[in-house]
């Protein structure tokens, strides 16, 4: 397999834009209209998802290897789509015939071989993830809403209680989708691991937003949603060991956070941690009754709330690493931030600046330019593609 060709040729179809997407589906529902219920209603947003993953990650076919663990979460997490063995040799030829409409006279015999045996590699492996996890987790678990507590304008805390235990573990994200909507979307559970196995979500409503608008307007106590099996091992404390802790956490970020500390609370160990929560005004800080029982429950935590906006300061954005930083020197602890993207990157950038390493920073942003939490680690580059929204 000739895989500087593949890339080659992935990079001159990419050039095409929204067209290679147009042009995939179009053929893909055409030819196999059974497929189309995976997807949205509305393909708006959708469009340079699915195929933009598949011909980066199938030109990249020579990195399998450090890619198996992405692969093999991603065929397992497709099963929420109700994607099946079947559907793999659907998307192939689709993926092809739009390999050969863009690429013309550049398309050679030798080219659709080395597409097709690539596509082969990855979706076996896909195929295989997916039945080896059927004997583990089902494709989705429903989900009964049993509290739904408006915190303010646009953020909503859900407490759901899934139909039968759904495993995760603090800092990881799970896939929640409303049946009207059809579409799937990662929140991170807030709570450690319960007795009664309810998962608490904090869900901030996006101009806009499909699924958020629904969770945080749309939904009610008594109400059905469907989740799906936890992803990600950035922000788990797996690669911390027993270090102690500083936590930045701004906005919804604060779900995957309060987990992490719920989470050192339980194990009852000594960590020292100090948590900077930052929200963008004072009305905006939506869980401080449970922040301030945490911070009596656990002496070794230490709580600083950074209000981002001044309006003595038009303009500015104080971020909680910038306060952090201002209060003292954590280079000897594991830093996890979660916030939008702006505020990890900037925290981000600020600490490698000033000393930290990339091994001691786990860091996760929940905007619109989210990757997927495998493949970042997989392979760490900002120029991925977004799967986050998988086929549905
Ligand atoms: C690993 C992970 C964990 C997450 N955990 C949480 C969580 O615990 N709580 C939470 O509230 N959100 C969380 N998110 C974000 C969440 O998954 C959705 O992206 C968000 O709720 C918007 O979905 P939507 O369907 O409403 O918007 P969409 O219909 O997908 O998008 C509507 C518009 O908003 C833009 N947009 C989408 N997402 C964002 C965003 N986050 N910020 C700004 N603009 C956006 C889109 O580009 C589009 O223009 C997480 C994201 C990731 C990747």
Redesign the pocket.
């Known amino acids: 397999m000739d895989v500087p060709r593949l890339k080659q040729s992935w990079a001159v179809v990419a050039a095409h834009g929204d067209q290679v997407p147009l042009y995939f589906y179009s053929t893909l529902f055409l030819t196999h209209p059974e497929t189309r219920q995976m997807f949205p209603t509305n393909m708006a947003?959708q469009r340079d998802r699915l195929v933009t993953a598949l011909g980066h990650i199938v030109s990249n076919v020579d990195q399998v290897d450090r890619l198996m663990g992405f692969l093999q979460d991603l065929g397992a997490d497709h099963r929420k789509f109700a994607v099946r063995a079947e559907h793999y040799p659907a998307v192939g030829e689709a993926l092809l015939a739009t390999l050969r409409h863009f690429l013309a006279e550049r398309w050679t015999d030798e080219l659709a071989q080395d597409w097709a045996a690539a596509y082969g590699l990855v979706s076996q492996v896909m195929i295989e993830a997916a039945e080896a996890a059927e004997a583990v987790n089902p494709p989705w678990w429903v989900g009964e809403i049993v509290a739904h507590e408006r915190r303010g304008f646009d953020v909503a805390v859900l407490t759901v209680r899934p139909q039968y235990l759904l495993p995760f573990t603090p800092g990881q994200?799970i896939g929640v989708s409303h049946p009207a909507v059809r579409?799937w979307?990662?929140?991170?559970p807030?709570n450690a691991p319960r007795a009664d196995g309810t998962l608490e979500?904090?869900?901030?409503?996006?101009?806009?937003?499909?699924?958020?608008?629904r969770l945080v307007y749309g939904c009610a106590a008594g109400d059905q949603i469907h989740l799906a099996a936890p992803v990600?091992d950035r922000l788990t404390l797996w690669s911390a060991g027993s270090a102690d802790l500083l936590l930045l956490a701004g906005g919804?970020g604060w779900?995957?956070v309060k987990a992490l500390v719920e989470q050192v609370v339980a194990e009852g160990s000594r960590r020292k941690v100090d948590l900077y929560v930052g929200a963008r005004s004072r009305t905006e800080f939506y869980d401080s009754e449970a922040i301030d029982k945490l911070a009596s429950s656990y002496p070794g935590l230490t709580v600083t709330c950074v209000v981002g906006l001044d309006v003595n300061r038009p303009g500015e954005v104080v971020h909680p690493v910038d306060r952090a930083l201002t209060d003292g020197d954590w280079r000897s602890r594991h830093v996890y931030v979660c916030g939008?993207d702006e505020m990890v990157s900037h925290s981000v950038a600020t600490l490698q600046q000033a000393g930290y390493h990339a091994g001691q920073l786990h860091h996760?942003g929940?905007?619109?330019h989210?990757y997927g939490?495998s493949w970042r680690t997989a392979v760490d580059r900002p120029s991925t593609p977004d799967i986050?929204g998988g086929a549905r």
């Open positions: 947003g994200s579409s979307r990662y929140y991170s807030a979500l904090h869900v901030r409503a996006v101009p806009g937003g499909a699924v958020s608008s990600g919804t779900a995957p939008s996760e929940l905007g619109k989210w939490p986050s």
